[in-house]
C-alpha cells in the first residue's frame, strides 16, 4: 500500500513536472510536434509556470488557514502578483488584480470558462479528500475568486475529486473512479460536463491521437471555436476540454507517470496545463518514487515544492485530531 504522504508529494510534484514538460512547446500542435520530430523530454529544463505557482499558492493557503479560508486564499493570491506571474491567464490576471485593488473575493471573478481554476485545485483535493462536502465547496468557492463560468466551477470540483479519490483508494477500479467522480457534478447546471465525464469510459478505447483530436475541443463554442482547428492536435485551454484530456491521459496508463504525461503534452494547444494536471493525477495515484527522478532533480525549485507537500500533509494530519 502506498503511504499517503507519498502520495500528497507526488500530487504537487507532478504536477510541476508535468507543467514544465508542456512549457517549451505551449501553442504548438500536434500535427507540428510530429511532422517535426519534436523531442519533448530533450526540452526540459524544470522551468514551471502559473499552474504550478498556484497549485504552490492554494496548498499554502491551506497550510496558512489550516483549512480552506477564502480570504487567506485571496490573501495568498494577490502575493502571487510580486512573484511574477509566469504565462498567467487573462480572467486569472484580472481577477487578482481586482482583489489587490479592494474588490472582495465574492465579486471578483470573471465569466471565464478557461482552465484556471482546474490547474491549481488539487491541493483542495488532498486536503479533504475524506470530507467531500468541504471539498465540493472549497473547489467551488475557489473558482468563484477568479472564474465564475460553470465549466470552470465544475472542472475544479473534478479535478479534486478525481484526486480524492486516488488518495483515498489502493486499486483502482476505473469505472467506479469516473462514477464516483460523475457523482460529484450530478445536478442540472453541470449536465454537460457530466455527461461527456461517462463518455470517457468509451474515449478510453481508442488510441490517443484520435481521442485527443476530439477530447481536446470538446464543447468548444464560437466565438473561442474555430474549424481551423479541427485536425491539427489542440487541446483548448476551455476548462472541459482540458480536464477530460487530461482524466483520459492518466486514465489509459494509470501506474505509468512518464507515459501519460508525455502523452498529454504531446497532445498540443495548452500543453502546460494538461500536462500539470495529468500529473497531478498520475503524481497522486503513482506517488513521488514513481516519477522519473530525472524529472524531479531538474525541476526548478524541486526542494520547495517537495517541502509544500510534506506540509500540507503535515497540516492534514493536524486537522484530523
Ligand atoms: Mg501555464
Redesign the pocket.
Known amino acids: 500500500m502506498l503511504e499517503k504522504k507519498k502520495k500528497f508529494i507526488g500530487c504537487i510534484v507532478g504536477t510541476g513536472v508535468g507543467?514544465a514538460l508542456g512549457?517549451p512547446v505551449?501553442g504548438c500542435t500536434r500535427i507540428y510536434l510530429e511532422n517535426y520530430n519534436v523531442n519533448i523530454p530533450k526540452l526540459y529544463l524544470g522551468r514551471y509556470?502559473?499552474?504550478t505557482q498556484l497549485t504552490i499558492a492554494i496548498a499554502e493557503s491551506l497550510i496558512r488557514a489550516k483549512g480552506y479560508d477564502p480570504d487567506v486564499l485571496s490573501k495568498r493570491f494577490i502575493e502571487w502578483l510580486d512573484e511574477p506571474p509566469?504565462?498567467?491567464g487573462r480572467g486569472c490576471l484580472t481577477s487578482i488584480y481586482g482583489l489587490k485593488n479592494g474588490v472582495h473575493w465574492s465579486e471578483s471573478g470573471s465569466d471565464s470558462g478557461a482552465n484556471g481554476c482546474a490547474?491549481r485545485v488539487s491541493p483542495i483535493g488532498l486536503f479533504y479528500h475524506n470530507d467531500i462536502e468541504m471539498l465540493i465547496k472549497a473547489a467551488k468557492e475557489s473558482s468563484l475568486i477568479t472564474h465564475r463560468h460553470w465549466a470552470a466551477i465544475c472542472s475544479g470540483i473534478v479535478v479534486a475529486r478525481a484526486v480524492a479519490y486516488l488518495v483515498s483508494n489502493d486499486v483502482l477500479d476505473i469505472d467506479d473512479m469516473i462514477n464516483t467522480v460523475a457523482d460529484s457534478i450530478n445536478q442540472d447546471e453541470y449536465k454537460e460536463f457530466h455527461k461527456n465525464l461517462l463518455k470517457l469510459k468509451d474515449y478510453l478505447e481508442l488510441p490517443y491521437k484520435e481521442a485527443l483530436m476530439e477530447l481536446g475541443l470538446i464543447g468548444v463554442q464560437p466565438p473561442f471555436f474555430d474549424q481551423r482547428m479541427v485536425g491539427i492536435g489542440i487541446i483548448h485551454p476551455y476548462a472541459m476540454s482540458t480536464v477530460l484530456s487530461a482524466l483520459f491521459c492518466f486514465l489509459k496508463t494509470p501506474d505509468d507517470f512518464k507515459k501519460s504525461v508525455l502523452e498529454a503534452v504531446t497532445g498540443g494547444g495548452d500543453t502546460?496545463?494538461v500536462g500539470?494536471i495529468c500529473g497531478a493525477f498520475s503524481g497522486t495515484w503513482n506517488g513521488i518514487d514513481n516519477i522519473p527522478q530525472i524529472w524531479v532533480d531538474g525541476l526548478i525549485d524541486i526542494k520547495k515544492i517537495v517541502s509544500v507537500g510534506e506540509k500540507i500533509w503535515e497540516t492534514f494530519l493536524e486537522c484530523q485530531i
Open positions: 507543467d512549457e505551449e509556470t502559473d499552474d509566469i504565462g498567467p490547474m502546460d496545463t500539470a
